[in-house]
């Protein structure tokens, strides 16, 4: 193994076993495991029978808590090189999903009425799948505009 | 037809206490979970304590830091307070009586 490998997998077990920390304290039945991909990413995957709503919470509300404590605790303990994702179930790529249909529905509406439309509290990278959606769009165009918690994602009708 | 007194809901009924008691047994201590997480973003994990406050509806747990790493555990806006909230409150979510955090300083 190359250093960087090494230092990548050490990197993914302090993330895991701080994952599985903080689930066993919140009573949480669950197993976590981590894989590590080829640009050093780091994705922690939950698996529970049970307890798999309160893992991810509203909007995934539980799941990025969890994934920045964790991110942290890693990024302390080994650098700031690893990006950390936590996952349950593949609920991040069915999010994606759910936010690519919904961007795809509401440019049709943008066109039809040629009036904005504007989406709210949404996460840094879930405006940036909506923006990535629909940047090849012929009808309409995105941006995003405020700050912190009250940044809204636009999307306007071209000319 | 006289009353029978044992019939009555009396005010301050033993339900009360029964309702407190198995309140007390379901809501899983957290002082452990809040302080795990918070001596791995501390320099000094030593100095982490966490005491649990009971009110009426709620649990709060004062987490207290060395002075050195308070903004350690409160981040950038909140971000890693919020965080340390959203996990209680969701570990907290299945018992009637909600949980949360404060950084005591």
């Known amino acids: 193994m190359s250093d960087i490998e090494t230092s990548a997998s050490t990197a993914a077990e302090t993330a895991r076993e701080a994952l599985q920390g903080i689930l066993d304290r919140m009573g949480i039945e669950c197993t976590v495991s981590a894989h590590v991909d080829g640009e050093g990413q780091i994705t922690l995957d939950v698996s529970s029978d049970s307890d798999l709503g309160t893992v991810i919470g509203r909007d995934g509300d539980t799941l990025n808590a969890l994934q920045l404590l964790v991110s942290v605790i890693v990024s302390r303990r080994h650098g700031p090189h690893s990006?950390?994702?936590?996952?349950?179930?593949?609920?991040?790529?069915?999010?994606?999903?759910?936010?690519?249909?919904?961007?795809?529905?509401?440019?049709?509406r943008v066109k039809a009425t040629g009036r904005e439309a504007l989406l709210e509290s949404l996460h840094a990278y879930e405006r940036r799948i909506i923006h990535l959606t629909l940047a090849d769009h012929p009808d309409v165009y995105t941006y995003s505009e405020g700050e912190g918690d009250a940044r809204v994602l636009v999307i306007s009708p071209r000319d | 037809?006289?009353?029978?007194?044992?019939?009555?809901?009396?005010?301050?009924?033993?339900?009360?206490?029964?309702?407190?008691?198995?309140?007390?047994?379901?809501?899983?201590?957290?002082?452990?979970?809040?302080?795990?997480?918070?001596?791995?973003?501390?320099?000094?994990?030593?100095?982490?304590?966490?005491?649990?406050?009971?009110?009426?509806?709620?649990?709060?747990?004062?987490?207290?830091?060395?002075?050195?790493?308070?903004?350690k555990v409160i981040g950038k806006g909140g971000r890693i307070a919020n965080a340390l909230r959203q996990i209680v409150r969701a570990a907290s979510s299945r018992s009637r009586r909600k949980c949360t955090v404060e950084i005591a300083s």
Not at chain 1, 83 to 108: C, F, G, K, P, W
Not at chain 2, 19 to 44: H, K, M, N, W, Y
């Open chain 2, 1 to 71: 037809m006289p009353r029978d007194p044992s019939a009555q809901p009396s005010p301050a009924s033993a339900d009360c206490d029964a309702a407190g008691a198995s309140d007390a047994a379901d809501v899983p201590p957290f002082e452990e979970l809040v302080a795990f997480i918070a001596r791995q973003l501390v320099d000094s994990p030593d100095d982490v304590s966490v005491m649990r406050v009971e009110q009426d509806r709620s649990v709060v747990y004062q987490l207290r830091v060395g002075p050195e790493d308070i903004g």
């Open chain 1, 83 to 108: 990006r950390v994702v936590v996952d349950a179930e593949n609920y991040r790529a069915r999010r994606a999903e759910s936010l690519q249909a919904r961007a795809i529905e509401l440019a049709q």
